[in-house]
């Protein structure tokens, strides 16, 4: 997969419980995400200058954490949803494979007349509902020297470190 297939997949999979992995690597394509998720979600989007102190990070750090954002709350949505036909929640549930025992209890609570076994198992599914993991790729051979102000920049700046480091202050947690 190319980077702009990878890099809002988890937005469209993740509360389906569908484990994804990005790239986080080219950070203009981070930053074009990052405005067009701001606008569409109606946020304030404020740019993260490439004339910024370890811009890279940033970038990633704040995209992350608003991709972490969006799942969350999707998820929330989700949980809340009825049992009904062609609703998220039913999905989420039907997608799962036969044997799964998540899939069982579903099936059975979808053909339940007892109201209160119902009830139980309802609210039982729904606690159950995890988003997918949301992984990222950060391509390591990426060691070109940074420069700065024509002074050569400290190996903690290279695009691989700078995709580390973004990774690692955002909230996600695979």
């Not at 297939?5 to 074009?32: C, H, Q």
């Not at 701001?38 to 890279?56: F, K, N, Q, V």
């Not at 940033?58 to 949505?77: F, S």
């Not at 997608?95 to 198992?121: E, G, I, V, W, Y």
Request: proline content about 3%.
């Amino acid at each position: 997969m190319g980077l702009a297939y990878t890099i809002d997949t988890p937005i469209k999979v993740a509360r389906f419980g569908i484990s994804s992995v990005m790239s986080i690597i080219e950070d203009n394509l981070v930053e074009k995400m990052r405005e067009h998720y701001y606008r569409l979600r109606g946020e304030a989007y404020h740019p993260i200058s490439a004339r910024e102190p370890d811009y890279r990070a940033k970038r990633i750090t704040d995209y992350l954490n608003l991709v972490h954002r969006i799942v969350d709350e999707q998820l929330a949505v989700l949980r809340e949803e009825p049992f009904i036909e062609g609703s998220e929640i039913m999905k989420y549930f039907e997608m799962m494979p036969s044997h799964h025992r998540l899939h069982q209890l579903f099936q059975t609570m979808m053909h339940c007349t007892d109201n209160a076994k119902r009830q139980r198992l309802d609210h039982y599914l729904r606690a159950q509902v995890v988003p997918g993991s949301i992984d990222v790729n950060i391509m390591t051979k990426l060691d070109k020297v940074k420069y700065r102000n024509n002074e050569k920049l400290s190996n903690e700046f290279n695009d691989a470190h700078a995709a580390l480091r973004g990774y690692a202050q955002s909230n996600l947690r695979s």
